[in-house]
């Protein structure tokens, strides 16, 4: 038990050190106390690894010790709004926020990859598991829209996510994606440009659907 306690007197000595170290040089704090406070914590610290010796403490142990008590007084600090843990904190969260946006945004595009796909396959029965009845009546119908006919070919196109958000207040989450590209005629073979925005909601059971096809307007 008072092995524990020196480990942790130990690490307490070097996170105040450490810390008014840190005051003292971004001059945060009078300097007197600062470093009165500094120099009384670093002498304890060396007064405290010279009993631990003598306990023949292993120098792994107080390093797995004190990588603990760290990680857990960061992680305080971090949601506590201590700085600049909480900086670093917020920078992490945003970092993960981006991975989780690029992932979805990856997905509603696979999406729409697989609605062309199937569109240039003929594939009536695969589009209609991904498109709601009226995406699916556009794609197919050639009365419908002025979408290019059944059998063509959508070919050399780009997706381009021009905007993302909620559907409130069912919270489904939605992307409109900008397919550009070409058409190409089943008959004659040529192509004629082919720009549309596909808007892709996820449904509340996860799945991915398309539920619009517009020409685009503008640049």
């Known amino acids: 038990m008072k092995k524990a306690f020196l ?3 130990v690490i307490v000595c ?21 470093w009165i406070i500094l120099g009384v914590s670093i002498g304890v610290l060396f007064w ?14 107080v390093v797995a010790v004190f990588l603990v008590v760290a990680l857990i007084a960061m992680t305080v600090s971090a949601f506590a709004g201590i700085e600049p843990f909480a900086g670093i904190k917020d920078s992490v969260m945003s970092r993960i926020g981006d991975i989780f ?3 979805e945004d990856a997905a509603a595009q696979r999406v729409v990859r697989a ?18 009845p009226e995406v699916y009546n556009i794609l ?9 006919f059944w059998g063509c070919q959508i070919v050399e196109y780009t997706l381009t996510t021009l905007r ?7 919270g489904e989450d939605w992307y409109e994606i900008r397919v550009r590209g ?17 808007t892709v909601v996820r449904m509340f059971d996860g799945d991915w659907v398309v539920t619009g096809i517009v020409p685009m307007t503008g640049n």
């Not at 405290?48 to 142990?61: D, F, H, Q």
């Not at 062309?116 to 594939?123: H, L, T």
């Not at 197919?140 to 290019?148: N, S």
């Open 7 to 9: 480990i942790l007197l």
């Open 14 to 34: 070097l996170a105040v050190a450490v810390w008014n170290g840190y005051l003292l040089f971004t001059n945060q704090t009078d300097p007197l106390t600062g």
């Open 48 to 61: 405290n690894i010279s009993v631990l010796r003598s306990y023949r403490v292993r120098v792994g142990t």
């Open 101 to 103: 946006v690029r992932s």
């Open 115 to 132: 609605t062309i796909d199937a569109f240039n396959k003929g594939r009536g029965d695969r589009l209609a598991d991904l498109t709601t």
């Open 140 to 148: 197919t119908d050639v009365w419908v829209g002025d979408h290019p």
């Open 164 to 170: 993302t958000g909620t559907v409130v207040p069912s």
């Open 182 to 198: 070409g058409v190409r005629d089943p008959f004659f073979g040529f192509v004629e440009p082919y720009d549309y925005v596909y």
